[in-house]
């Protein structure tokens, strides 16, 4: 049975690079638009770059310290 990389968000790294990365708000800013654009999901990457970025990147921070993933939200 094949086990899901726990932990490994942005792009297959590990979480405490996730973690680093995260907490630096550009770098969080600009992965999170470049995950969001990854699985497709391109209102998401836009929404991302305006207006709710800050309150996305708290959120973001707070469960990749605690369960290594990022939100996934908007599922468009």
Do not use: E
């Not at 899901?4 to 770098?27: E, H």
């Not at 770059?49 to 990022?70: A, E, K, M, P, T």
Request: glycine share 10%.
């Amino acid at each position: 049975m094949a086990k899901k990389a726990k932990g490994k968000d942005y792009f297959g790294l590990p979480r405490v690079a996730s973690i680093i990365l995260a907490i630096i708000p550009i770098t969080a800013w600009i992965l999170g638009f470049l995950t969001r654009l990854k699985d497709g999901k391109i209102l998401a990457a836009i929404i991302r770059l305006i207006g709710v970025g800050f309150i996305l990147w708290l959120v973001d921070l707070v469960l990749v310290i605690l369960n290594g993933r990022i939100l996934r939200l908007l599922p468009i």
